[in-house]
């Protein structure tokens, strides 16, 4: 990894050549839901207390991160609206000098509560976790989730004039067929579907490929490719008359050559790759005499750590990393 100053200013560039600007931070591992393809069945040890970071310590780790060149931050979990906190959170990342972009990815059931105070803080994005548009569905999906909550909470954000998209995991003998379903959902509403391909290495058959969503959506309806945005290089995205339509296909289409991200768990594990167990211990350092630049140097170690493609031999914690 090396630090590069461009007319942009800093930008941390690891060992193939990729830039990264983007830090996702997992500030909890609880969930209100527990979504049968994200926590194991057999439930899930929460870190103890006094291993998550705290507010200051998470703050700390996003405003270096930003002098660095990180200029996109995204608050995830478990689910960030039920930590204390994640408002307060929110504004002050969103006030760091280099930081363009905030953003949640959330499952939903709070927003209808937090929508506007997320607004005033400076939240200018979010996805939304959403697998059904039929309560029964969402209810085995997410083991016990009340699909009203979120659609409230969906219309709630559209009001307060938010950039939505919604994050579907389709899962064939489920919610597979509710692909036309989710685009009439998304023009009627004026929100972004991004159809996520199933992490899984446990069953034979986990994932609905992209290839597979995309003919399906063909025998419907005129689809034109887009050019990738800049901030989502792991997204390719389409135009399905007139909605806008995402594929993060890692088991079909692995997108490792543009990815630009970093994730923070709530323990304070830096890892440069979603797929991979390597991670440098920021918390380590952050309960131990340092300055900044000690921790600028961890961040650099862990970038230094990332590999050109993930391994993607094992799925990670997904309700603890975040996504
Ligand atoms: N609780 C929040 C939510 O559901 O949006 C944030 C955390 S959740 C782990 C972030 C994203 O990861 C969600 O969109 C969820 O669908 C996705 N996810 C979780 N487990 C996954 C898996 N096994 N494969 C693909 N996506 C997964
Ligand atoms: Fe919770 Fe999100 Fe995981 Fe569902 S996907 S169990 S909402 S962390």
Same mark, same amino acid.
């Given at each position: 990894m090396f630090l590069d100053h461009t007319s942009r200013g800093p930008a941390l560039i690891d060992r193939h050549g990729r830039r990264i600007d983007y830090l996702r931070i997992s500030?909890?591992?609880?969930?209100?839901?527990?979504c049968f393809y994200c926590m194991p069945r057999q439930g899930v040890t929460k870190l103890p207390q006094a291993d998550i970071l705290t507010y200051e310590e998470f703050l700390k780790v996003a405003r270096i991160a930003a002098g660095l060149g990180v200029r996109k931050m995204r608050i995830t979990g478990g #689910?960030?609206?039920?930590?204390?906190g994640a408002v307060k959170l929110v504004r002050e990342i969103a006030a760091f000098?280099?930081?363009?972009t905030v953003a949640m990815t959330t499952n939903g059931t709070r927003l209808e509560k937090y929508a506007e105070v997320l607004k005033a803080a400076g939240l200018s994005r979010i996805n939304v976790s959403l697998d059904s548009l039929r309560p029964d569905v969402y209810k085995r999906i997410t083991r016990g989730g009340d699909l009203s909550a979120v659609l409230r909470g969906i219309d709630r954000a559209i009001e307060y004039n938010f950039r939505i998209k919604l994050n579907t995991v389709l899962i064939n003998g489920m919610n597979a067929d509710e692909v036309y379903r989710f685009i009439d959902f998304a023009r009627d509403k004026g929100v972004e579907v991004r159809f996520i391909e199933r992490m899984s290495? #446990?069953?034979?058959?986990p994932y609905v490929p992209q290839d597979h969503v995309v003919a399906t959506l063909a025998d419907r309806y005129s689809l034109t490719p887009l050019p990738t945005a800049s901030g989502s290089p792991h997204v390719r995205a389409f135009d399905c008359d007139g909605v806008r339509v995402g594929f993060i296909s890692?088991?079909?289409?692995?997108?490792?050559?543009g990815c630009n991200k970093l994730r923070l768990t709530p323990n304070g594990k830096l890892k440069a790759?979603?797929?991979?167990?390597l991670n440098v211990d920021l918390r380590y350092i952050l309960r131990?005499?340092?300055?900044?630049a000690d921790i600028a140097r961890a961040m650099s170690k862990a970038i230094a750590l990332k590999?050109?493609?993930?391994?993607?031999t094992a799925c990670a914690e997904m309700w603890r990393v975040g996504g």
């Amino acid at each position: 990894m090396f630090l590069d100053h461009t007319s942009r200013g800093p930008a941390l560039i690891d060992r193939h050549g990729r830039r990264i600007d983007y830090l996702r931070i997992s500030i909890t591992d609880l969930c209100n839901l527990r979504c049968f393809y994200c926590m194991p069945r057999q439930g899930v040890t929460k870190l103890p207390q006094a291993d998550i970071l705290t507010y200051e310590e998470f703050l700390k780790v996003a405003r270096i991160a930003a002098g660095l060149g990180v200029r996109k931050m995204r608050i995830t979990g478990g #689910e960030p609206l039920i930590k204390r906190g994640a408002v307060k959170l929110v504004r002050e990342i969103a006030a760091f000098p280099g930081v363009q972009t905030v953003a949640m990815t959330t499952n939903g059931t709070r927003l209808e509560k937090y929508a506007e105070v997320l607004k005033a803080a400076g939240l200018s994005r979010i996805n939304v976790s959403l697998d059904s548009l039929r309560p029964d569905v969402y209810k085995r999906i997410t083991r016990g989730g009340d699909l009203s909550a979120v659609l409230r909470g969906i219309d709630r954000a559209i009001e307060y004039n938010f950039r939505i998209k919604l994050n579907t995991v389709l899962i064939n003998g489920m919610n597979a067929d509710e692909v036309y379903r989710f685009i009439d959902f998304a023009r009627d509403k004026g929100v972004e579907v991004r159809f996520i391909e199933r992490m899984s290495f #446990e069953d034979p058959d986990p994932y609905v490929p992209q290839d597979h969503v995309v003919a399906t959506l063909a025998d419907r309806y005129s689809l034109t490719p887009l050019p990738t945005a800049s901030g989502s290089p792991h997204v390719r995205a389409f135009d399905c008359d007139g909605v806008r339509v995402g594929f993060i296909s890692p088991r079909s289409h692995p997108f490792c050559d543009g990815c630009n991200k970093l994730r923070l768990t709530p323990n304070g594990k830096l890892k440069a790759c979603l797929s991979s167990e390597l991670n440098v211990d920021l918390r380590y350092i952050l309960r131990r005499p340092h300055c900044d630049a000690d921790i600028a140097r961890a961040m650099s170690k862990a970038i230094a750590l990332k590999p050109a493609t993930g391994p993607w031999t094992a799925c990670a914690e997904m309700w603890r990393v975040g996504g």
